[in-house]
């Protein structure tokens, strides 16, 4: 059974940085690639960053850029995101999601399971 | 704003079948990249209900089902269940954003 624990999220003050993490079990892991889905409190869904399963390819919707960073540890079989500079607009529940392919890049790509979230708030 | 569009929201009666669009542009949807849709339960995570545009991942059932034409697609849900009453999401893909694109979601509620 496909498993996808986050965690590391928080309370975190404007301009601060957190790390989250998603633990994966019952896939390969290295085999898929993975992605962040954020969704803001009362709000639609918000595509965040993907990274092929190599880790050779990493993408940012645009206004993570710069400011976020996925990266993965498949010999954990863990998914991290690196956010930092935070905003108050950067408060939502971000869940981790896998992909059924290895890569993602342009194509039509689609997350076949998902996360139950970890809260990240950012205030002062 | 969300790069695809869907009505806020739907309702039907139990047993009826309603229907949700979701519309797109010449670089998402009209481009053909697939149409894929999310249920969304009160206080829970996103489940994915269909993929490439019409295909229902195991254990879903076929009262739901998808469509696409152009730069729009549709999911239809029959036979109505209290159970249905759930946020609905579509997603693609866009080329000028490179990157995945969701559309605003639609709360449908089960008169």
């Known amino acids: 059974e496909v498993q996808l624990l986050e965690s590391g999220g928080g309370l975190v003050q404007p301009g601060g940085s957190l790390r989250l993490s998603c633990a994966a079990s019952g896939f390969t892991f290295s085999n898929y690639a993975m992605s962040w889905v954020r969704q803001a409190p009362g709000k639609g869904l918000e595509w965040v960053s993907a990274?092929?399963?190599?880790?050779?390819?990493?993408f940012y919707a645009d206004s993570m850029k710069g400011r976020f960073t996925i990266s993965r540890d498949n010999s954990k079989n863990t998914l991290y995101l690196h956010m930092n500079s935070l905003r108050a607009e950067d408060t939502a529940i971000y869940y981790c999601?896998?992909?059924?392919?290895?890569?993602?890049?342009?194509?039509?790509?689609?997350?076949?399971?998902w996360g139950q979230g970890t809260l990240v708030t950012v205030s002062s | 704003q969300s790069v695809l569009t869907q009505p806020p929201s739907v309702s039907g009666a139990p047993g009826q079948r309603v229907t949700i669009s979701c519309t797109g542009s010449?670089?998402?949807?009209?481009?053909?990249?697939?149409v894929h849709w999310y249920l969304q339960l009160p206080g829970t995570a996103p489940k994915l209900l269909i993929y490439?545009?019409?295909n229902r991942p195991s254990g879903v059932p076929d009262r739901f089902s998808g469509s696409k034409s152009g730069t729009s697609a549709s999911l239809a849900i029959t036979g109505l269940q209290a159970e249905d009453e759930a946020d609905y999401y579509c997603?693609?893909?866009?080329?000028?954003?490179?990157?995945?694109?969701f559309g605003g979601g639609t709360k449908l509620t089960v008169l």
């Open positions: 999601a896998k992909l059924p392919s290895h890569y993602y890049g342009s194509g039509s790509y689609y997350f076949d399971y």
């Open positions: 490439g545009n019409i």
């Open positions: 997603q693609s893909y866009d080329s000028s954003l490179s990157g995945s694109v």
């Open positions: 010449r670089s998402n949807i009209g481009a053909g990249y697939d």
């Open positions: 990274i092929s399963g190599s880790s050779g390819s990493t």
